[in-house]
């Protein structure tokens, strides 16, 4: 999610027939389809996880070609005497919500590292692709791995320096090469600790050529999209400085995209440096040539609180429109964003905007938009913990998936 991670456990409250709230302590999945649209409730909500184990979906859903599903993320141990016992873990389930199998992956065992899954994909070959950080003994490198659709292993490899490297997301260019973004503290310049990383696999995972970025600050790439020309759009963030907040650290920076071409050479870069943090998350190609960025700012808000911040642009990437959603005092931050085949957007946002009685922290809000950006309308869903959403995509079927 946009704000540091606090491992919270994940609460969800479901409404039962009689109406009792019933509290689960797991990995958030719901589905919206098309009758949610017009303004109906969930067709359903599903949770899932390990027993006395956190589980959070961290970033990539994906729909294979036979309707299932797949999320990823990772599974943490609640000890706080084992804070390095955090596994990847990602979940296959039918249309129905049921679960086709689980998978456990990484280092494993107690203390053994960090291993985190951020992104997957479904590649040109119907397998299963994914993206994060894995730990080796001296620090983390980047994760690049394969799975068939029944759950085998087919690929796992890691690709890293000396120290600190982490894979965000992950695309397939139509000649079956993988570009992934991330951040590394291994190679570039480095000048404020760590810089934005592109790499470029062949098919296999094996490397063709790596590019980084360095804005001056500790630099992270977070999301990539293919842009028409065969260029290429990145999201990234830039840590400037950084407190505490309680036991939780927090971070002042800013937000930036470049357009890049086919080898990675920078053909337009834009900053967005005037709040005391402005955060994207998450970037979209949008049907009319341009793209749509999801994030969240302060510039309107008494930091650390912020609003949700929406940037519409064009095919030469330009800003077109830019919306700022959110109460003042508030915590409020987009997250994922999809495009509706009827016109507007889907917005998958964190809100503590609305929280009635039974609802607190951070709750999951649903917004949405017309093609201007303006609110139609919108829901929220929440317990008495954070319940935070990571990834909203459409379904085959007309409607959309919220997994957090």
Known sequence: MEKPQNYLTKIFVKINQSGKKILYRVVLFFVIFS??????????????????????????????????????????????????????????INVYGDTIWTRRVGTMGMGAGIDMIFDALVNNNNELVFTGTKRRPSDRDVWFFKYSLNGDSLIDKTIGGPSED?????????????????????????IGGADVWLLKLNQNGD?????????????????????????YLVITFSATDSFQIGFFGEYLGFGSYFVLDSSGNVLKTMIFAEDSITKFSEIIPTGD?????????????????????????????????????GTYGKYDGGISILQSNSGGYYLAAYSQTYT??????????????????????????????????????STSDGGIIIAG
């Open 35 to 92: 009758s949610y649209i017009n303004g109906q409730i969930p067709t359903w909500i599903r949770q899932y996880g390990i027993t006395d184990r956190a589980d959070f979906a961290l970033g990539g859903i994906v729909e294979t070609d036979n309707n299932d599903f797949v999320v990823c993320g990772a599974t943490f141990n609640r000890s706080p005497f084992l804070p390095w016992d955090v596994d990847g873990y990602f979940i296959k």
């Open 207 to 231: 490397t063709i050529w790596t590019r980084t970025y360095d804005l001056n600050y500790q630099d992270q790439g977070l999301d990539i999209i293919p842009f028409h020309n065969n260029n």
């Open 289 to 325: 040539g341009g793209a749509i960025i999801a994030g969240s700012r302060s510039l309107y808000d008494n930091f650390p609180n912020r609003d949700i911040w929406i940037l519409k642009l064009n095919s030469n990437a330009d800003t077109v429109w830019t919306k700022t959603i």
């Open 356 to 393: 009635p009685p039974g609802m607190g922290y951070d709750n999951l809000w649903l917004l949405r938009l017309n093609d201007n950006g303006d609110t139609v309308w919108t829901r929220w869903w929440g317990g008495p913990l954070n319940d935070d959403p990571a990834s909203i995509i």
């Open 166 to 190: 982490n894979g965000a997301e992950i695309i397939q260019n139509p000649d079956g090469t993988y570009l992934i973004i991330g951040d590394t503290k291994s190679f570039g310049t480095q």
